[in-house]
């Protein structure tokens, strides 16, 4: 069965970065498209990017030179790292797997930029 | 991008009701439309894939369709278990982008 689990401090300090880590069994990383989607307070979604299994990266423009996801194929794990955050960057943070839809998600982590 | 603008915000629905959620492309999207259902502390998971495509272990009341660039989410008589917040996405150009979300009570 495929599974993903995201890890990762929950609280970040503004102008800091957010380092994530989505763990996933079940299934190769180097096959298909993984990515991130977070959830901000008042239920809106957001696509941020995502790498595929050749390591290529897609972003989110909105997000522009702040965010890099990357891999590590040994672990079977992929990263988000979001640089320069905000309070606005405060939501839950999803890991999914796509393969022309998300079908698998992970259980989702909070994270709260506040000093 | 390609803007997403999805109605009803909030819903509350009767279990002998046919419920209709819809999503309009603000451009064409060849039918790169999925929805997702989110049960509160839950993740997101996945309904229609395609526009009309049924996911795997998904309730046959659960359908979609399309007209034109509006395409439609559909729960025939609907269970309390429905409960939740209902997105759409587009994966058809390179920036993908979800519906703003509509909150369906259930009672």
């Known amino acids: 069965e495929v599974q993903l689990q995201e890890s990762g401090p929950g609280l970040v300090k503004p102008s800091q970065s957010l380092s994530l880590t989505c763990s996933v069994t079940?299934?190769?990383?180097?096959?298909?498209?993984w990515g991130w989607i977070r959830k901000f307070p008042g239920n809106k979604m957001e696509w941020m990017g995502y790498i595929s299994y050749s390591a290529s990266t897609s972003y989110n423009p909105s997000l522009k030179s702040r965010i890099s996801i990357t891999r590590d194929t040994s672990k079977n794990q992929f990263f988000l790292q979001l640089n320069s955050v905000t309070t606005e960057d405060t939501a839950t943070y999803y890991c999914a797997r796509w393969g022309g839809f998300f079908d698998y998600w992970g259980q989702g982590v909070m994270v709260t930029v506040s000093s | 991008d390609i803007q997403m603008t999805q109605s009803p915000v909030s819903l509350s629905g009767s279990l002998e009701e046919i419920v209709t959620i819809t999503c309009k492309a603000s451009?064409?999207?060849?039918?790169?439309l999925s929805w997702y259902q989110q049960k509160p502390g839950k993740s997101p998971q996945l309904l229609i894939y395609?526009?009309?495509s049924l996911a795997d272990g998904v309730p046959s009341r659960f359908s979609g369709s399309r007209s034109g660039t509006q395409y439609s989410l559909k729960i025939s008589r609907p269970q309390v278990d429905d409960s939740g917040i209902y997105y759409c996405?587009?994966?058809?150009?390179?920036?993908?982008?979800f519906g703003g979300g509509t909150k369906l009570e259930l009672k």
């Open positions: 451009q064409g999207i060849d039918d790169y």
């Open positions: 996405l587009q994966s058809y150009s390179t920036t993908w982008t």
């Open positions: 079940g299934y190769s990383i180097t096959s298909t498209y």
């Open positions: 395609d526009a009309t």
